[in-house]
């Protein structure tokens, strides 16, 4: 754990701009206000860059920007979609606000947020590490990106805490066999369903939601399975199990595109 914090300011440190990847389906959970307080202390410019775009609505999308663009400037990117990496090239020119040479850009995030992806849609094809840097962290390279933009490419992600096994569960870092609480895991997908996409929770699961909450919901969903012990119980954790698999396999999305 300690390790991986050194790595992430070494990061900070070296770089003239941070992104800070998130995944656009969980922006709020997937940034980190600590980090982002020790960015406003060093002074460091950084972009909020929603990746994942192509998997969340544009209503919602305006909503996040608009909330994130008050703490730094936000760009969407998917990268599998090819999306944004322009508009952040500029973007990170226009920030970093650098004439006379290069700009080095370090990049940070969670695991699963895309990281590695958001560097390679920004690079693109054909493009090699040009050299590693001497008395850096070890296996830390420069990454030519071209338009005076370069890369740290470095395992830069910020590590969990034991409080965040909920949002592992939702970016699917950890699956239903490592997870200590699936039942907890399940119904945070099940409150994160009921905000955006009621209608799929009850088509996919054959089940009718009234004004039941999440733990009601996960035993109606229980039922539905004959997910059942001896005695005629339901077996809740066979029921979080089966949720947390379908969400992580994109069975069910957070909203309605």
Same mark, same amino acid.
């Given at each position: 754990?300690?390790?991986? @914090?050194? &790595?992430?300011?070494?990061?900070?440190? %070296?770089?003239?701009?941070?992104?800070?990847?998130?995944?656009?389906?969980?922006?709020?959970?997937?940034?980190?206000? #600590? !980090?982002?307080?020790?960015?406003?202390?060093?002074?460091?410019?950084?972009?909020?860059?929603?990746n994942k775009?192509? =998997?969340?609505? @544009?209503?919602?999308?305006?909503?996040?920007?608009?909330? =994130?663009?008050?703490? +730094?400037? +936000?760009?969407?990117?998917?990268?599998? #979609?090819?999306f944004?990496?322009?508009m952040?090239?500029?973007?990170?020119?226009?920030?970093?606000?650098?004439?006379?040479?290069?700009?080095?850009?370090?990049?940070?995030?969670?695991?699963?947020?895309?990281?590695?992806?958001? &560097?390679?849609?920004?690079?693109?094809?054909?493009?090699?590490?040009?050299?590693? $840097?001497?008395?850096?962290t070890?296996?830390?390279q &420069?990454?030519?990106?071209?338009?005076?933009i370069?890369?740290?490419?470095?395992?830069?992600?910020?590590?969990?805490?034991?409080?965040? #096994?909920?949002i592992?569960?939702?970016?699917?870092? @950890?699956?239903?066999?490592?997870?200590?609480?699936? $039942?907890?895991? +399940?119904?945070?997908? &099940?409150e994160?369903?009921?905000?955006?996409?009621?209608e799929q929770?009850?088509?996919?699961?054959?089940?009718?939601?009234?004004?039941?909450?999440?733990?009601d $919901?996960?035993?109606?969903?229980?039922?539905?399975?004959?997910?059942?012990?001896? %005695?005629g119980e339901?077996?809740?954790?066979? +029921?979080?199990?089966? !949720?947390?698999?379908?969400?992580?396999?994109?069975?069910?999305?957070?909203? #309605?595109?």
């Amino acid at each position: 754990m300690a390790s991986q @914090k050194m &790595i992430v300011m070494d990061v900070i440190k %070296k770089a003239d701009v941070l992104l800070e990847v998130v995944d656009a389906r969980f922006p709020d959970d997937t940034r980190n206000s #600590e !980090i982002e307080r020790e960015l406003g202390r060093l002074n460091k410019p950084f972009i909020i860059v929603l990746n994942k775009c192509d =998997l969340v609505s @544009k209503e919602s999308l305006e909503k996040a920007k608009n909330r =994130l663009s008050k703490i +730094a400037p +936000a760009i969407f990117v998917s990268s599998k #979609e090819k999306f944004g990496t322009t508009m952040l090239r500029y973007k990170i020119l226009e920030v970093a606000d650098i004439q006379d040479r290069n700009i080095t850009v370090g990049c940070i995030g969670y695991p699963n947020t895309g990281k590695s992806s958001v &560097i390679n849609s920004v690079v693109g094809r054909g493009k090699a590490p040009t050299s590693s $840097i001497s008395g850096y962290t070890k296996g830390v390279q &420069i990454i030519n990106a071209g338009s005076r933009i370069v890369f740290l490419d470095s395992p830069g992600v910020f590590p969990f805490d034991e409080h965040d #096994e909920y949002i592992q569960g939702l970016l699917g870092i @950890k699956d239903s066999t490592h997870l200590k609480d699936p $039942i907890g895991v +399940a119904l945070k997908i &099940i409150e994160r369903l009921i905000e955006g996409n009621k209608e799929q929770l009850e088509s996919f699961y054959n089940v009718s939601i009234r004004d039941e909450n999440s733990y009601d $919901i996960l035993e109606m969903i229980g039922m539905q399975s004959n997910y059942l012990k001896k %005695k005629g119980e339901i077996d809740e954790t066979r +029921a979080a199990v089966k !949720i947390i698999n379908d969400w992580q396999k994109g069975y069910l999305l957070a909203e #309605e595109l």
